[in-house]
């Protein structure tokens, strides 16, 4: 596993010249393509991390999945980090330019996790209420867990907000248990 430090400091550097490229967006979108590239394979996971294959293989395979899809500058920084030895941090570098770009934006993940799938319009209701208690903007995913029986979960920057049904059965089981006008026999 690559270190955090080489791909924070690699996408940092990357985020810096495309914002003086103005190319910004366009590099953003870059990495968004090559994240899911990566993610969508493990054997391109495998490549760029063997030690075995030589730097000039891995150039040619990775010109020849993303050179006409990214742009010149992405693609000049894929090369780079291939002659400087860091092709396996390249996954890791492409998350990291999402996160810090969307932290840039003032753009915070969150999850909404709901005991049954929701459709769009309460979805949008959600965000509506989310971005009226939050100062960023948040980009909402939702995840389906039917352990919490009803109600929702959202996990945003560390935070937890919990109005399910599991949670307030807990507390309720726990307040019986935990009766202090009974006598400890």
Do not use: C, W
């Not at 396996?88 to 049954?116: D, R, W």
């Amino acid at each position: 596993m690559i270190n955090y430090r080489v791909s924070s400091a690699y996408a940092k550097s990357l985020l810096e010249l495309a914002q003086e490229q103005y190319v910004i967006n366009q590099v953003f979108e870059d990495m968004q393509m090559i994240a899911a590239t990566f993610e969508g394979s493990s054997e391109l996971r495998n490549v760029a991390e063997s030690p075995i294959i030589a730097s000039s293989k891995k150039v040619e395979i990775f010109n020849q999945i993303f050179s006409s899809r990214v742009t010149a500058l992405t693609l000049s920084f894929v090369r780079l980090m291939s002659a400087k030895g860091r092709e396996a941090a390249l996954y890791g570098v492409s998350k990291e330019y999402i996160a810090q770009f969307k932290s840039m934006h003032g753009i915070q993940p969150a999850v909404v996790t709901t005991a049954i799938a929701i459709d769009s319009i309460l979805q949008e209701q959600m965000s509506t209420f989310l971005a009226k208690i939050s100062d960023k903007k948040l980009e909402i995913t939702t995840k389906v867990d039917p352990t919490i029986v009803g109600g929702f979960v959202v996990t945003t920057g560390g935070l937890q907000f919990d109005a399910s049904v599991k949670s307030k059965v807990s507390k309720f089981k726990n307040q019986f248990t935990s009766n202090p006008y009974l006598s400890k026999i």
